[in-house]
């Protein structure tokens, strides 16, 4: 599929290690989840970012197989960070967005959604389904 093509480098070995970008403002649900997300040889966080610009100056100086982004950030928000997301890469290079926020309303999982993201998870009710998420997920923006 998409995403494992692409992190195998299309050789067809075994899936490599998903590459994450997280962008979250709380250090303490940032250590938390860079505990939660980490698994040697399947899934990594290998950057963080705590604003929307940091985030997109990460963006620029790597690639990334997924990226975890809160909606709320200390300066911007995740929702604007999705758009960048979506016209920076590729088609046969998108990454799996996957939302983990407080703000869980339909209307912000629609606008979320409208952004570019592939998944919506509410920070109090679906931190459980973010590693599998994480793990194995794919984004609908990908071709490939």
């Not at 599929?1 to 250090?27: F, K, P, V, Y």
């Not at 979506?86 to 996957?98: A, G, I, N």
């Amino acid at each position: 599929m998409g995403a494992e093509a692409r992190s195998a480098g299309g050789n067809g070995s075994s899936q490599a290690e998903r590459r994450i970008l997280l962008i979250e403002d709380s250090a303490v649900l940032s250590r938390r989840l860079v505990d939660l997300l980490s698994e040697p040889g399947r899934i990594c966080v290998t950057a963080q970012a705590a604003t929307q610009s940091e985030a997109l100056l990460r963006l620029q100086e790597a690639t990334y197989d997924v990226l975890v982004v809160d909606i709320e950030l200390a300066e911007g928000n995740g929702v604007a960070v999705i758009r960048q997301v979506r016209q920076r890469y590729p088609p046969d290079e998108q990454p799996v967005v996957v939302v983990l926020t407080n703000y869980a309303s339909d209307f912000v999982r629609d606008h979320c959604f409208a952004a570019g993201a592939d998944y919506f998870l509410d920070k109090m009710r679906d931190i459980a389904l973010l590693k599998a998420v994480v793990t194995d997920g794919h984004s609908k923006w990908s071709v490939g």
